[in-house]
């Protein structure tokens, strides 16, 4: 089992957008087309959709990133640092989109998301994430540090075996 840094890995880092279509207080309702992700929507290591927010489609679709596809991890990256829930098919929801102190992991070939996201979990990997924070009031984990993060990756097959028996819907 090689160790390589998250930058080394088929790992997709998606960002959410911050751009000038970031949506607006006024602009979120209690319903509506597209889930937009607050912290209270991951509390720990799954989603909660107790207190949901919501933009509509027009807004939706002038957002350039940050949309969920079935099978990534979301992470938070900002504030509690580490929180992550993974948007399986038991997730109600089509249209969710992240904001702008959460990233998107998007595992690519060779590696398992139900591993990637027990692994996430683990308390070795929590302690790495809390060294390469930064910050005291709003501690942040930006992407560029982010990337130094280290795995152990096994083979695929083993990954598939953990993941499987790790992740509990």
Request: glycine share 6%; proline share 5%.
């Amino acid at each position: 089992m090689k160790s390589k840094t998250l930058e080394e890995l088929p790992i997709k880092i998606i960002d959410g957008d911050r751009g000038n279509n970031y949506p607006k207080q006024n602009e979120f309702s209690s319903y509506g087309h597209c889930l937009f992700l607050s912290t209270k929507n991951v509390p720990d290591t799954k989603f909660d959709f107790s207190e949901s927010q919501f933009i509509d489609k027009k807004k939706d679709e002038l957002l350039r990133s940050g949309k969920l596809e079935r099978g990534d991890i979301v992470f938070t990256t900002r504030g509690t640092i580490g929180n992550l829930a993974l948007y399986d098919e038991d997730i109600p929801y089509e249209n969710i989109r992240i904001n702008s102190g959460m990233v998107i992991f998007q595992c690519l070939n060779r590696i398992n998301n139900y591993f990637l996201y027990s692994y996430l979990q683990n308390p070795n990997f929590q302690k790495q994430i809390e060294n390469f924070s930064s910050g005291t009031a709003q501690p942040q984990l930006p992407i560029r540090d982010m990337k130094k993060l280290v795995f152990s990756i096994p083979e695929e097959a083993i990954q598939v075996k953990i993941g499987n028996f790790s992740y509990i819907r």
